[in-house]
């Protein structure tokens, strides 16, 4: 019997992605997956799409999100992204705290957009600013449109120059707390996951067991970014802590002539088995 993988963080054009929700299925569809999970940054406008064409591709599709926050470590402030699985995404409390969301990051691209004309970056197609009631727009956005534009020669480069913490067009963005994007997730029905530790401090294990403590229900093991000493770290994590283990590509669609990473991470079918039983205990 052939084994059965899954992805688990997938990124559509309802946040920072190339690949509308549909074109999110039929790809995985191709690559012959058993699984995805929409996970947009701050958006659930995505689910709706993918779910009326899975069961036709042979899809399983489960409700997710990605939510940005930020934690304090040694008196500093650090950015941690927490997963969202199985979260009843039509909830009137979970739309209308991502309404607020979208509306600051879309404030928060028109001053990133003055801050690179300021910088005599003016670009002449505006237009991925555009729809806020249902698209979450970030620095990625910026950061393809100044390669498309060749004002850098890749998103690496538009992130170096500009984009990223202290250059010329950075703006922050609003953050709730890790702790808030833990109470959110439990009181929609989800189930927490610790997106890419790789980006994190990692090795805080205080940090750990505070989130562990209000709730944190997992830890992404597989990702893109992890390799196999850094997989095999935070298995140990996961059993130290009692968390599930969960996996994905952080997938954003093709772009330039880079193919869509969707499946490119081997994540079993039993991780979502997993995830099930934990969704049922909760």
């Known amino acids: 019997m052939n084994q059965k993988f899954i992805d688990m963080?997938?990124?559509?054009?309802?946040?920072?992605?190339?690949?509308?929700?549909?074109?999110?299925?039929?790809y995985a569809s191709r690559v012959k997956l058993s699984a995805i999970s929409i996970t947009d940054h701050d958006s659930i406008s995505g689910i709706d799409e993918a779910l009326d064409i899975a069961e036709k591709n042979n899809i399983e599709v489960i409700s997710g999100i990605e939510l940005s926050c930020q934690v304090e470590n040694d008196l500093q402030k650090n950015e941690m992204h927490i997963l969202g699985y199985f979260i009843d995404y039509k909830s009137e409390?979970?739309?209308?705290?991502?309404?607020?969301?979208?509306?600051?990051?879309?404030?928060?691209?028109?001053?990133?957009?003055?801050?690179?004309k300021e910088n005599n970056i003016v670009l002449k197609d505006e237009?991925?600013?555009?729809?806020?009631?249902?698209?979450?727009?970030g620095r990625l956005h910026f950061a393809k449109a100044l390669v498309k534009e060749c004002f850098v020669n890749s998103t690496q480069e538009?992130?170096?120059?500009?984009?990223?913490?202290?250059?010329p067009a950075y703006v922050s963005k609003h953050y709730m707390s890790a702790e808030q994007a833990i109470d959110l997730i439990l009181s929609v029905g989800g189930v927490s996951v610790m997106a890419h530790p790789y980006y994190m401090h990692y090795n805080d294990?205080?940090?750990f067991k505070k989130l562990v403590d209000r709730g944190l229900g997992g830890i992404e093991v597989w990702h893109i970014k992890h390799t196999d000493g850094l997989v095999k770290k935070f298995l140990e994590l996961a059993k130290e802590f009692n968390l599930i283990v969960t996996g994905g590509s952080d997938c954003h669609g093709p772009f330039r002539k880079e193919a869509p990473l969707i499946g490119r991470i081997k994540v079993p079918y039993c991780v979502l088995n997993n995830l099930k039983i934990v969704k049922r205990l909760n």
């Open 9 to 26: 963080h997938i990124h559509t054009n309802c946040s920072d992605g190339t690949f509308s929700p549909r074109e999110v299925i039929e």
């Open 205 to 207: 294990k205080n940090m």
């Open 158 to 167: 538009a992130f170096q120059k500009y984009l990223s913490y202290d250059k």
């Open 127 to 137: 237009t991925f600013i555009k729809n806020i009631e249902s698209q979450s727009i």
């Open 93 to 116: 409390k979970l739309q209308k705290i991502l309404s607020i969301f979208r509306q600051s990051r879309y404030n928060r691209a028109l001053k990133i957009l003055t801050k690179l």
